[in-house]
C-alpha cells in the first residue's frame, strides 16, 4: 500500500467551488477506485477505473467527476454539485480488473468552509 | 447490486478473549470475500481474504469461515491484544467492484 499516494492530506472547499483529489500509484495496477467514508457508513464506491481512458460510475457518483489519462493516476473532481461533500475520500488499486484485492491510499479529508 | 449487512456494529471484549464480526451478503455470484481493518485515520489494509470455493482459512490469530448456501461470512479473532482495536470492515466482489459492510469498531479492553 506505500506504493498509493494521495494528496493533499486535507482540503478545504468554499461554497460554490470545485476541487480536485490527487491519487497515484505506483504498482502497474490497471484498476482504481474512489470511495467516500462517512462515519457509520462504511466505504461507498463513487467511480472506479478498469482500464486507462475508461472509467464507471459507483453507488454514489453524482456531484463527483473523474479522468483516467494515465495508468498510474486517477482525479477525483468533488463539482459544487456536491451539497454535502465533508467526508474521508480513500482511493485505492487493484492488479486488475476483477476489483478484488485492493490496496488504499492514506486518504484525503475534505471540509467545507 | 450487491447488499453486505455487518453485525455487530460495537464490539468490546476483555483482552484475552474472542471476537467475532458477522456479514451477509445477496448476491450469490459474489466469490471473493476481503477483511479490511482500519485504525483511526487510517487507511483501511487488507487482514485475510477468502474465496468461494474455500470454507475457512487462517493466519495466525485471525481466521474467516464462509458459508456459501447461507451466504454469510465471519471473521474470528483469538486471544485479542490491545493493538486489535480498529474498525474491521468486510466486503464482498461481484460485477468487478466490491461492496463494503458498514463496519464494527472493536474495542479491546486490557
Known amino acids: 500500500d506505500g506504493g498509493i499516494t494521495q494528496s493533499p492530506k486535507y482540503l478545504f472547499r468554499k461554497e460554490g467551488q470545485n476541487v480536485t483529489l490527487s491519487c497515484e500509484q505506483n504498482?502497474?495496477?490497471?484498476?482504481m477506485y474512489w470511495y467516500r467514508q462517512d462515519p457509520g457508513q462504511g466505504l461507498r464506491l463513487i467511480y472506479y477505473s478498469q482500464i486507462v481512458n475508461d472509467f464507471q460510475k459507483g453507488d454514489i457518483a453524482e456531484g463527483y467527476s473523474v479522468s483516467r489519462e494515465k495508468k498510474e493516476s486517477f482525479p477525483l473532481t468533488v463539482t459544487s454539485a456536491q451539497k454535502n461533500p465533508t467526508a474521508f475520500y480513500l482511493c485505492a488499486s487493484s492488479i486488475d480488473s476483477r476489483g478484488e484485492t485492493q490496496y488504499f491510499g492514506p486518504g484525503t479529508r475534505l471540509l467545507v468552509l | 447490486g450487491e447488499n453486505v449487512e455487518q453485525h455487530p456494529s460495537t464490539l468490546s471484549v476483555q483482552e484475552g478473549d474472542s471476537a467475532v464480526i458477522k456479514c451477509t451478503y445477496s448476491?450469490?455470484?459474489?466469490?471473493?470475500f476481503p477483511w479490511y481493518k482500519q485504525e483511526l485515520g487510517k487507511r483501511p489494509q487488507l487482514i485475510i481474504d477468502i474465496r468461494s470455493n474455500v470454507g475457512e482459512k487462517k493466519d495466525q490469530r485471525i481466521a474467516v469461515t464462509l458459508n456459501k448456501t447461507a451466504k454469510h461470512f465471519s471473521l474470528h479473532i483469538t486471544e485479542t491484544q490491545p493493538e486489535d482495536s480498529a474498525v474491521y470492515f468486510c466486503?464482498?466482489?461481484?460485477?468487478?467492484?466490491?461492496?463494503f459492510g458498514a463496519g464494527t469498531t472493536v474495542t479491546v479492553r486490557a
Open positions: 448476491d450469490s455470484a459474489s466469490n471473493y
Open positions: 466486503a464482498a466482489s461481484n460485477d468487478y467492484k466490491l461492496s
Open positions: 504498482l502497474n495496477h490497471d484498476a
